[in-house]
């Protein structure tokens, strides 16, 4: 495995620019899950893929914020009109099927600053 | 609701002493999963143990062990033989499997200091 990469790694943007976010997860994981985490909290859950369906997504997933994975294999993230509050650190995680674990392997993150 | 707890914002202890992370939960989902989390300063989360509602056993890794107390919905982690590089954010994690779709949700941390 080569482990679950995030692109970019900073990102640093001015209020009101479009953002995007890219995973590629472990090569057979076919469940990928987005978060953010801001200062001092734990992660929260955004979005769920299985394959390139999107099963799941939280309310803190506002209009301006979607996600695709079109193949099935990377994802990406975007947000539009990015507000001050967007400025988080946009976690990535894969998972496959293990027994009923289900350990997600995360990304290293992208840490997004909005000015 | 899902509900994650983790009352300690910082623990200090000192190397190769074993040290205690407390984590409540609570959920009306008989069936579920309790995960530990570790992120060092550079980011990235880090998968310790889990325990299943159903397992019998206290779930063990290494040196990690997740003391389940079902009754009490209680899920500390315990980590023997402290070393410098345990020094962290640890994260108390749950799934619901029947209720919870398909999120997991995560407790604030704990930050663990080790000291020489």
């Known amino acids: 495995d080569t482990g679950v990469s995030q692109n970019p790694r900073h990102k640093i943007t001015k209020r009101g620019q479009n953002v995007t976010f890219r995973c590629d997860p472990i090569s057979e994981h076919n469940r990928l899950y987005w978060y953010r985490q801001t200062l001092g909290q734990g992660p929260e859950f955004l979005t769920y893929?299985?394959?390139?369906?999107?099963?799941?997504k939280s309310r803190l997933l506002s209009d301006r914020f979607s996600a695709e994975r079109p193949k099935g294999s990377f994802s990406t993230l975007e947000i539009q009109r990015t507000e001050q509050g967007d400025s988080a650190m946009y976690l990535c995680?894969?998972?496959?099927?293990?027994?009923?674990?289900?350990?997600?392997?995360f990304g290293p993150g992208t840490r997004l600053t909005v000015t | 609701a899902q509900k994650i707890t983790q009352t300690q914002p910082g623990m200090f202890v000192q190397e190769k002493e074993a040290v205690t992370l407390d984590c409540t939960y609570d959920?009306?989902?008989?069936?579920?999963?309790l995960f530990w989390y570790k992120q060092p300063s550079s980011g990235e989360m880090i998968f310790l143990i889990y325990q299943g509602s159903y397992d019998q056993q206290n779930a063990t890794e290494g040196r990690y062990s997740l003391n389940f107390q079902k009754a009490r919905k209680s899920a500390n982690l315990v980590i023997s033989a402290s070393q410098l590089g345990d020094s962290a954010m640890y994260f108390c994690?749950?799934?619901?499997?029947?209720?919870?779709?398909?999120?997991?949700?995560f407790g604030a941390g704990t930050r663990l200091f080790v000291k020489a």
């Open positions: 959920t009306s989902d008989p069936s579920y999963g």
């Open positions: 995680a894969s998972s496959r099927i293990q027994g009923t674990s289900y350990e997600q392997y």
């Open positions: 994690a749950m799934r619901d499997y029947n209720t919870g779709g398909f999120k997991t949700i």
């Open positions: 893929f299985q394959n390139e369906a999107q099963l799941e």
